[in-house]
Structure formats: structure tokens, C-alpha cells
């Protein structure tokens, strides 16, 4: 009887290789989706972040009817065309267009994105009770990017918002 119960305590050096070579097969495989899928996921994430900013100005030049703004920002001041620096929605019926100044309201502000995302587009869009006043694309990928791992945010002439898929190329 103590046989038995010896013969079934354990595992050999045989099993155990076998066991650790299909558990690196395994992550071999799994490792590279998984970090694809986060990549993935943060760029949808941003580009959702912006169509927020920018439904929320449109619905706010609505409500208020006067022209509100959305720029990439730095603090309470536009930054050139790096959305990665935060989004800043003002209200800009005074001033200087699509920059906030003495007489415009901040309404809301999105904090900064990680470095390593690359989201480009126009300095600012400007909303009003029509539409926008110029028409335009923000794209939002990581650098390097490859196949349809870009988002595409266009802004059409009557305001609409669309955000599609499109190739890195």
C-alpha cells in the first residue's frame, strides 16, 4: 500500500519540462494580443474622450446660442495642435476666435494623455447654432502605428461628429 501512495505524489523532471514548455508556448502567443488589445484600447479611449469634448461644445452652443471652442490646451490657454495636451471647451462669442480670453467662460477641461499617443488635428473648432465654422479631422494612433489602429474624428460643416476606423498609412 505505501507503494501506491508513493507513486502518486508528485510529478517528474519529464512532466515538469513539458508542463513549462506549453506554458511559454502559451504566453509566447498571448502576451503580444494582450498588449495589442491595451494599445488598442487606450487609443479608442482617447478618441472617445475628444468626441465627448466635442459633443459637448456643440450641445453647449446650442443651449447658450453663442459660439463655443474646444482646443488641445495647456492649463486655460490653446496649445498649438497637440491634443494630447488636454482639451479645453470655452465659451467664445468675444475676442480673439478660438482662443479663450478675458470674456469667454471655461466650461470643462480633459486632463493630458499618455506621451506615447499621437493626436493631431486643428488648433481649434469653433461651434455655433449652424455648425462649425471650417470643417475637419483630428486623428488619434500611436506612433509607429500599423493596419486600421488609427481612430478618425471628422467634423463636418453642420457640426456632426463621426468617428471611424482608418489605416495608419
Known sequence: MSSAIKANRGFN??????????LGVLLGI????F??????N?????????VSALNFARSEALKRSIPVSVCPASGNACAGTDWN??????TDDQGS????????????????YENNLVASGPTAVR?????????????????????????????????RIDLTKANCS
Do not use: H
Not at 523532471?13 to 506549453?22: A, F, K, S, Y
Not at 498571448?30 to 494580443?33: A, I, T
Open 13 to 22: 523532471l519529464l512532466e515538469l519540462m513539458v508542463g513549462i514548455t506549453v
Open 30 to 33: 498571448g502576451v503580444p494580443s
Open 35 to 40: 498588449t495589442q488589445m491595451i494599445r488598442n
Open 42 to 50: 487606450r487609443i479608442a479611449s482617447q478618441a472617445n474622450d475628444v
Open 85 to 90: 495636451t488636454g482639451i479645453l471647451v470655452f
Open 97 to 112: 476666435v478660438g482662443t479663450p480670453d478675458g470674456s469667454d467662460e471655461i466650461l470643462q477641461r480633459w486632463s493630458a
Open 127 to 159: 461651434f455655433t447654432r449652424s455648425g462649425v465654422d471650417a470643417a475637419g479631422t483630428i486623428d488619434v494612433y500611436y506612433s509607429g502605428c500599423d493596419g486600421q489602429n488609427k481612430r478618425r474624428i471628422s467634423i463636418m460643416a453642420t457640426g
